[in-house]
């Protein structure tokens, strides 16, 4: 008469203990982070470098993890978060680099190795490319991601201003979204006109027309300027400018 008790005590452990890990795992240390060396969208390299028990804190915890059994916006959340971890540290081991792209160049030519390095992160070894294009890309197929990973570039979006969480992960994409397209910075946007548009939307172009039906529809459906976009508005993407996006 028992067995059919503890069966379903037993299944009902297995089915809570993902969610158990995921809310058990801390992105606080990350949180000091932000909070103490980014400032308008500028990092202090300088004093992150002088300070970085915080930041190696929260990349030792990553490293023992398996997110791939949280629920689904635990996962994007802790791999976005590692992401802008992960990039943050790999400035501050370079002390004095001007731009990702310097990382590894060869005769004056830029590279993306700052990108291919790898570590382990979520119990795997993993490069940051393999967080973006792997895990995070083909895994949710979340085109809002693009608004908050960071990579340490003046023209890239914003450092979140804080750690992420599940819990409000839908309004902090939206937010993000709404907030890199009215930033003049990255992209220029005049209803009736040419958008002139981060070459984020060029890169990763299928991730929004998925999304949307158009790179028109899906700058529209975050738009909050005035006017309408056009669904037939001309598009030119502009420069990217890879210089640090802060300051040793």
């Known amino acids: 008469m028992l067995r059919p008790f503890w069966f379903?005590?037993?299944?009902l452990l297995l089915a809570w203990a993902p969610a158990v890990r995921a809310a058990a795992f801390?992105?606080?240390?990350?949180?000091?982070?932000?909070k103490a060396h980014v400032h308008d969208a500028r990092v202090d390299y300088g004093a992150l470098a002088r300070d970085r028990g915080p930041l190696e804190r929260y990349l030792k915890a990553t490293r023992a993890v398996h997110p791939n059994t949280w629920p689904r916006n635990e996962q994007?959340?802790?791999w976005?978060?590692?992401?802008n971890a992960r990039v943050l540290?790999?400035?501050?081991r370079r002390p004095g680099l001007k731009s990702v792209l310097d990382v590894g160049k060869l005769i004056g030519v830029p590279t993306l190795g700052f990108f291919r390095e790898k570590a382990v992160s979520g119990g795997h070894k993993i490069s940051l490319n393999d967080i973006e294009h792997e895990v995070l890309r083909k895994g949710f197929h979340e085109p809002r991601i693009h608004f908050v990973l960071n990579c340490a570039s003046a023209s890239c979006p914003p450092l979140p201003?804080?750690?992420?969480?599940?819990?409000?992960l839908d309004?902090?994409?939206?937010?993000?979204?709404?907030a890199f397209l009215l930033d003049r910075s990255k992209n220029q946007i005049a209803p009736g006109a040419e958008?002139?548009?981060?070459?984020?939307?060029k890169w990763y172009r299928s991730d929004f027309e998925t999304a949307a039906g158009s790179l028109q529809a899906f700058v529209q459906r975050y738009w909050r300027g005035a006017g309408v976009v056009r669904a037939d508005a001309p598009i030119k993407f502009l420069d990217y400018d890879w210089s640090l996006n802060g300051d040793w």
Do not use: M, Q, W
């Open 80 to 83: 976005v978060n590692v992401y």
């Open 26 to 34: 801390s992105h606080a240390a990350l949180d000091t982070v932000l």
């Open 195 to 201: 958008l002139k548009l981060s070459s984020i939307f």
């Open 76 to 78: 994007i959340v802790f």
């Open 171 to 178: 309004s902090t994409l939206d937010a993000a979204a709404r």
């Open 161 to 168: 201003p804080r750690a992420l969480e599940a819990a409000t």
């Open 89 to 92: 540290d790999g400035v501050v």
């Open 8 to 11: 379903l005590l037993a299944t």
